[in-house]
């Protein structure tokens, strides 16, 4: 508790009488954007494995929360013992198998514990009712973590393939469907098959045991990579990558993935 004590004291100077206009006219909606920016940095910092960065976005996010937590703090609404205390008593509720006398013998029995201890917990608030696998997935988030959610929580309810080939099936399926909304010049159609291939991709990536996102992440720095090398002789040369020609275009990439994959 205490090592946050600092960063709460700045905060509160920020939005104090004598503080900063920008931090006092903050609200936890605007802020939360904020936070949502901080998070894919320190993905990025993760997904890089930089230690330093690592740090420091890891800083920059719990920042953000406790801004937001001091936020409703100065509402009256809750403060930070009200927030460690609720999740320090459901992480043990969660997990009686550490902290009390239940026997789990695998990943799946741990998984469907988890799953019905929430179930359970739903039902004591009173928000259990006509519930569906999928009401746990926020709205809000971002389309590709929304997907791999919807697809985790269909596939905890008991909807899923037999194989990784059958998952790969329908990808190429939905990639001829959209090909056939394209050749009848279907717009909206195209758009819908559109996000079915990228659905069926991301079920490719859950099935296979990665995250999507990292592999898109590494994907696109892969693709910077071998652009700014592609611009770098570009711009020795001399050339302007508009005017040239396909060929010249494809010869030059050709080189810069060459030079960029070494």
């Given at each position: 508790m205490e090592t946050v004590t600092p960063l709460l004291e700045i905060i509160r100077r920020l939005r104090g009488e004598n503080g900063c206009e920008w931090d006092r006219k903050q609200t936890s909606l605007s802020m939360w954007k904020c936070l949502a920016e901080e998070m894919y940095e320190l993905e990025e910092a993760i997904v890089n494995?930089?230690?330093?960065?690592?740090?420091?976005?890891?800083?920059?996010?719990?920042?953000?929360?406790?801004?937001?937590?001091?936020?409703?703090?100065?509402?009256?609404?809750?403060?930070?013992?009200?927030?460690?205390?609720?999740?320090?008593?459901?992480?043990?509720?969660?997990?009686?198998?550490?902290?009390?006398?239940?026997?789990?013998?695998?990943?799946?029995?741990?998984?469907r514990q988890w799953e019905e201890i929430k179930a359970r917990e739903k039902a004591d608030a009173g928000k259990d009712g006509d519930v569906s696998a999928l009401d746990n997935v926020p709205s809000g988030m971002?389309?590709?973590?929304?997907?791999?959610?919807?697809?985790?929580?269909?596939?905890?309810?008991?909807?899923?393939?037999?194989?990784?080939?059958?998952?790969?099936?329908?990808?190429?399926?939905?990639?001829?469907?959209?090909?056939?909304?394209?050749?009848?010049?279907?717009?909206?159609?195209?758009i819908l098959e559109f996000g079915d291939i990228l659905f069926s991709l991301v079920n490719v990536a859950r099935f296979a045991?990665?995250?999507?996102?990292?592999?898109?992440?590494?994907?696109?720095?892969?693709?910077?990579?071998?652009f700014r090398t592609m611009e770098a002789a570009l711009r020795e040369g001399r050339l302007d990558l508009k005017k040239m020609a396909p060929e010249e275009k494809e010869a030059y990439w050709q080189q810069a993935k060459t030079a960029y994959d070494k």
């Open positions: 494995d930089d230690t330093d960065d690592i740090i420091e976005e890891m800083g920059d996010v719990l920042f953000q929360i406790l801004f937001i937590l001091e936020i409703y703090g100065e509402a009256g609404r809750f403060n930070l013992s009200h927030v460690v205390e609720r999740v320090a008593e459901k992480m043990i509720r969660r997990h009686p198998h550490v902290y009390d006398t239940a026997e789990i013998d695998s990943e799946d029995a741990l998984n971002p389309g590709l973590l929304r997907a791999l959610k919807v697809s985790k929580a269909a596939v905890k309810a008991g909807f899923e393939w037999e194989s990784l080939d059958q998952v790969l099936d329908t990808a190429k399926s939905e990639i001829a469907e959209f090909e056939a909304a394209r050749a009848n010049g279907d717009e909206d159609g195209s045991g990665f995250h999507p996102e990292t592999a898109l992440y590494r994907s696109t720095a892969k693709f910077e990579g071998r």
